[in-house]
T-cell receptor, first 115, second 114 residues
Framework: AQTVTQSQPEMSVQEAETVTLSCTYD???????LFWYKQPPSRQMILVIRQEAYKQQNATENRFSVNFQKAAKSFSLKISDSQLGDTAMYFC????????????FGGGTRLMVKP | NAGVTQTPKFRILKIGQSMTLQCAQDMNHNYMYWYRQDPGMGLKLIYYSVGAGITDKGEVPNGYNVSRSTTEDFPLRLELAAPSQTSVYFC?????????????FGAGTRLSVL
């Protein structure tokens, strides 16, 4: 079974600064996918960014980028130029290549962006 | 565009009561999922479906049942509610497999069993 660990229960950052959220995972699979989801106070989960394990290039989406270290089984999320609207819970998630699209989530990191 | 719609938003049940959480999507997605989120925790998969008439267990299926008679609807049934089922329930849907599997989530149903 896969496990996903987010070791930072809470973090805070000043508006316009950069913050990095950590995620590690444990798997014996070689083909898999990794995701970061955002859950704002409205509770609705929103996909932030995704990474295919076979791709060495780190994914980027505007102010969001990842540092994917496959050998270390690490998948951190960097948020640049933090905005007040980035305040939310962030969940790292893992999916095996042939798992019927089943996601395994980490416990989450609560991020507070301060003005 | 409604996306994934869950009803009700809130519900309080007494121990032993039953109820059905409704989920509907209007995106013609093949895949649908039910998750539960306990306080301070990540989501855990209860059941999922890869198409009408096909369902399968996830990580925590005990105490729940599902059916998928149409592409659009994926209701979750609690037969004998227990306090351990107090949680927030999320329904999600997706179109494709693998990295193109972007799961779209509903707004959740907060359930309390007292």
């Amino acid at each position: 079974a896969q496990t996903v660990t987010q070791s930072q229960p809470e973090m805070s950052v000043q508006e316009a600064e950069t913050v990095t959220l950590s995620c590690t995972y444990d798997t014996s699979e070689n083909n898999y996918y990794l995701f970061w989801y955002k859950q704002p106070p409205s509770r609705q989960m929103i996909l932030v960014i995704r990474q295919e394990a076979y791709k060495q290039q780190n994914a980027t989406e505007n102010r969001f980028s990842v540092n994917f270290q496959k050998a270390a089984k690490s998948f951190s999320l960097k948020i640049s130029d933090s905005q007040l609207g980035d305040t939310a819970m962030y969940f790292c998630a893992f999916m095996k290549h042939d798992a019927g699209n089943m996601l395994t989530f980490g416990g989450g990191t609560r991020l507070m962006v301060k003005p | 565009n409604a996306g994934v719609t869950q009803t009700p938003k809130f519900r309080i049940l007494k121990i032993g009561q039953s109820m059905t959480l409704q989920c509907a999507q209007d995106m013609n997605h093949n895949y649908m999922y039910w998750y539960r989120q306990d306080p301070g925790m990540g989501l855990k998969l209860i059941y999922y479906s890869v198409g009408a008439g096909i369902t399968d267990k996830g990580e925590v299926p005990n105490g729940y049942n599902v059916s998928r008679s149409t592409t659009e609807d994926f209701p979750l049934r609690l037969e004998l509610a227990a306090p351990s089922q107090t949680s927030v329930y999320f329904c999600a849907s997706s179109y494709a497999q693998g990295a193109k599997n972007i799961q779209y989530f509903g707004a959740g149903t907060r359930l309390s069993v007292l």
